[in-house]
């Protein structure tokens, strides 16, 4: 099957991973859909940018905590923009709460962000697909989470976990319709969910990381187009990190620790 990408929706688009990579897909040629949760002008600027790359933007906000509304939105853009070719879920939101003192409404909100709702609009987007009979992309931005834990954020991992396996479950149901699903897996990035602010932020350093600092939001929305072109068309079911080899770090990171500290957060 050929698949050629015309259109693309990337959830929580207003900012980060996810205007890097909505900026990304119109530059290699998709209309885009962008969402938005409480930041409507960063989506408005998000589109600026996506038809200053000469394609069309769709806009609609979208709570990924409302889960009967989620696929009503994938379709409204999937309508607008005359199809749906890529789907990339990338909204999502961590919580900080240590396990003794999460209660079961943070815990149910972070699995609506993370898990909940990215379950509804993916099985949107993958239904849109299959109709057409063209193919598909679908791409979850998950974490380095998605395999490894992180104290005080229990709930934020188990979802992170189940989006990982999601993930690698429809890759399975659904290359029969030459569909591929895969996940990105993001390390410390530089981007206003870790309080850096602008479209490009300048990386942090990071003494503990093998590359020695953070990533920018364009190297992850570099590596989600290419799981979005026909190039990556025998790729499906698989999980990319993209942490500056932070991952390989456990037994060498842990051995150089000189304080307790890590057990705050």
């Known amino acids: 099957m050929e698949f050629s990408p015309r259109t693309a929706i990337v959830t929580g688009s207003d900012s980060g991973i996810g205007r890097a990579t909505a900026v990304a897909l119109a530059e290699a040629g998709m209309d885009v859909g962008i969402t938005w949760h409480s930041d409507r002008a960063g989506a408005e600027h998000t589109a600026e940018q996506v038809r200053a790359a000469g394609r069309k933007a769709a806009i609609r906000q979208l709570d990924t905590t409302v889960i009967p509304g989620c696929a009503a939105v994938i379709d409204e853009l999937a309508e607008e923009l005359g199809g749906l070719d890529v789907f990339v879920n990338n909204a999502g939101a961590g919580d900080g709460v240590g396990f003794l003192e999460l209660d079961h409404t943070i815990w149910a909100r972070t699995m609506d962000i993370n898990l909940n709702g990215a379950f509804a609009c993916i099985q949107a987007a993958a239904r849109r697909m299959v109709a057409a009979g063209n193919g598909g992309r679908i791409i979850a931005v998950t974490s380095v989470h998605e395999t490894q834990p992180k104290v005080h954020a229990a709930a934020y991992v188990s979802a992170k976990h189940g989006l990982g396996g999601l993930i690698k479950t429809i890759a399975l149901e659904l290359a029969p319709h030459g569909i591929t699903a895969n996940s990105v ?24 990381i093998p590359l020695g600092r953070s990533g920018r939001a364009t190297e992850i929305a570099a590596v989600i187009a290419f799981l979005a072109l026909p190039a990556s068309s025998y790729v499906t079911g698989a999980s990319w990190a993209a942490d500056g080899g932070m991952l390989q770090m456990g037994p060498v990171g842990s051995a150089h620790l000189d304080s307790s500290n890590w057990r705050q957060g």
């Open 185 to 208: 897996a993001p390390g410390a990035i530089s981007t206003p969910m870790s309080g850096q602010d602008g479209d490009d932020p300048e990386p942090t350093l990071y003494p503990g």
